[in-house]
C-alpha cells in the first residue's frame, strides 16, 4: 500500500470539514463528498491544491450514488479510509404523521449509499489487507431514543448492523470498521430542530451544555490512525458525560 486516501462523504457539513482540515497532512489524498456547492470546501481545495478531490453526488438518487464510484474508478484513488458522514435531514416529526418516502430517503441517503461505496471499494481492501472504515452513528443507537425521530434513529440502526455484520465478515482481511455515536453536537444539522429542544438537551447535559465538533474530531483521528489496528465492530459512545 503506497498511498492513504481517505472518502470523506458528506464532507460539507460541519464535522466533515473540520475533520478534513485537522487531519489532511496525514493522507496523500482526500476524496470530499458533497450534495451541494460548499464555500468552505471550495476555499479548502484552493489550499490543498491536487490533495483535495472534490466529487458530488445527490445520495438519494441511486443513480447519481454510481456516478461517485464512478469518478472515483476514473481516477483510480481508491478509498484506503473511508468516513461515512451522510444523512437526511434531522426534523422531529410525530411517527403518524411520517410517510414512507421520508423513510425511504434516510435510508437512501445514509444506508444505501454506504452500501454501494463498501461493494465497489472492500473487495479492494480486503486484497490489500488493510483498510478502515467510520460511521457516523448516534447516541441514540446507545440508549433509549428521543421521541419524533423515528426515521433517522431507524436508519442509523440499519447502519449500526451493518457496521457489526461486516467488521466481523471481514475481520480476518485486515479492515476496521467501527461506528462513532455522539450525543448531540452544535452545528448546522440542527437548523430544523425547535431551538427550546437543542437548549433543553444541553441543560439535561451534566456539563450543562451539548457537544462541539471539536469534542468528536479527535475520536475520529484516533480511529483512522494505526493506533486503533485492535479496535473493530465498536459502536463508540461521546456523551458529554451522561452515563449509558
Not at 175 to 201: A, D, R, Y
Not at 226 to 244: F, L, W
Request: net charge positive; aromatic share 8%.
Amino acid at each position: 500500500m503506497n498511498e492513504k486516501i481517505l472518502l470523506v462523504t458528506g464532507a460539507s457539513s460541519d464535522v466533515g470539514f473540520n475533520l478534513i482540515k485537522n487531519i489532511n497532512n496525514k493522507f496523500d489524498y482526500i476524496i470530499a463528498h458533497h450534495n451541494s456547492d460548499n464555500k468552505n470546501l471550495n476555499e479548502l481545495k484552493e489550499k490543498l491544491g491536487k490533495k483535495l478531490i472534490l466529487v458530488k453526488s445527490n445520495f438519494n438518487d441511486e443513480q447519481d450514488t454510481y456516478k461517485l464510484i464512478d469518478e472515483i474508478n476514473s481516477i483510480k484513488k481508491f478509498p484506503t479510509h473511508i468516513v461515512h458522514l451522510s444523512a437526511g435531514k434531522f426534523e422531529n416529526c410525530k411517527f403518524s404523521k411520517l410517510t414512507w418516502n421520508k423513510f425511504q430517503t434516510d435510508f437512501n441517503i445514509s444506508f444505501r449509499s454506504l452500501v454501494i461505496i463498501l461493494n465497489s471499494f472492500l473487495p479492494i481492501m480486503a486484497k490489500n489487507k488493510y483498510g478502515k472504515i467510520l460511521v457516523m452513528l448516534t447516541s441514540c443507537t446507545t440508549n433509549i431514543p428521543p421521541k419524533y425521530l423515528t426515521s433517522y434513529v431507524t436508519s442509523k440502526y440499519a447502519l449500526l448492523g451493518l457496521v457489526k455484520s461486516l467488521a466481523n465478515e471481514y475481520s480476518d482481511k485486515g479492515i476496521k470498521i467501527n461506528g462513532i455515536s455522539p450525543s448531540m453536537i452544535e452545528t448546522k444539522f440542527l437548523k430544523n430542530i425547535p431551538e427550546l429542544l437543542v437548549q433543553q438537551n444541553a441543560m439535561n447535559s451534566p456539563t450543562g451544555s451539548n457537544l462541539c465538533v471539536d469534542d468528536v474530531i479527535p475520536m475520529f483521528e484516533f480511529l483512522l490512525s494505526d493506533k486503533s489496528n485492535s479496535i473493530t465492530g465498536q459502536n463508540i459512545a461521546i456523551t458529554n458525560g451522561n452515563i449509558i
